[in-house]
T-cell receptor, first 120, second 114 residues
Framework: GAVVSQHPSWVICKSGTSVKIECRSLDFQATTMFWYRQFPKQSLMLMATSNEGSKATYEQGVEKDKFLINHASLTLSTLTVTSAHPEDSSFYIC????????????????FGDGTRLSIL | AQSVTQLDSQVPVFEEAPVELRCNYSSSVSVYLFWYVQYPNQGLQLLLKYLSGSTLVESINGFEAEFNKSQTSFHLRKPSVHISDTAEYFCAVTSSGGYNKLIFGAGTRLAVHP
């Protein structure tokens, strides 16, 4: 149980294009999903918290107009990297918390397999 | 503010030897602690977690971790490692005040050699 599917797993595109990454919770509902960025051999950096039916909460230093997040349903959140440039190349990982209640802080997050984004 | 320190960036070890991956945290409130494992080009998989109760928690593949409040530590151990345990291991903390934000350590690369 508690499977999170992330698509695509790998994308290569030209500089200036926009790329959309999908994150789906397959067998549970997720009020809250999280988007992380991971540079090679480094830890995960939280970019934003995605809340179903409301605006995402971005971490300090993350450009919300650059990284558009939409959480239109309880099983799907999308991250769109707009006008991507080579410096946006990275490994992007989403996660979803299994419990629907905002009060269940002890519920672990379940992670997708990540998306390797390469901008040429 | 919370923080997690993983003291070793890399831990090389021979197959069937014991291993300990160290994790210390800093928090002014009660915490929940997690260990995640990441294989190359994959997301993170939950290895084990401490929420409350017994301070010693175990995973299904032989890992265990002990929550030590006085030392603010949550070290991960395995008495005998396998080649397949080679991966990146992340310690993480969250609390009731953090809206379930996970704060990750920098990670420890466990390399098991034959």
């Amino acid at each position: 149980g508690a499977v999170v599917s992330q698509h695509p797993s790998w994308v290569i595109c030209k500089s200036g294009t926009s790329v959309k990454i999908e994150c789906r919770s397959l067998d549970f509902q997720a009020t809250t999903m999280f988007w992380y960025r991971q540079f090679p051999k480094q830890s995960l950096m939280l970019m934003a918290t995605s809340n179903e039916g409301s605006k995402a909460t971005y971490e300090q230093g993350v450009e919300k107009d650059k990284f558009l997040i939409n959480h239109a349903s309880l099983t799907l959140s999308t991250l769109t990297v707009t006008s991507a440039h080579p410096e946006d190349s990275s490994f992007y990982i989403c996660s979803a918390r299994e419990e629907g209640s905002h009060q269940r802080y002890d519920q672990p997050q379940h992670f997708g397999d990540g998306t390797r984004l390469s901008i040429l | 503010a919370q923080s997690v320190t993983q003291l070793d960036s890399q831990v090389p070890v021979f197959e069937e030897a014991p291993v300990e991956l160290r994790c210390n945290y800093s928090s002014s409130v009660s915490v929940y602690l997690f260990w995640y494992v990441q294989y190359p080009n994959q997301g993170l998989q939950l290895l084990l977690k401490y929420l409350s109760g017994s301070t010693l928690v175990e995973s299904i593949n032989g890992f265990e971790a002990e929550f030590n409040k006085s030392q603010t530590s949550f070290h991960l151990r395995k008495p005998s490692v396998h080649i397949s345990d080679t991966a990146e291991y992340f310690c993480a903390v969250t609390s009731s005040g953090g809206y379930n934000k996970l704060i990750f350590g920098a990670g420890t690369r466990l390399a098991v050699h034959p």
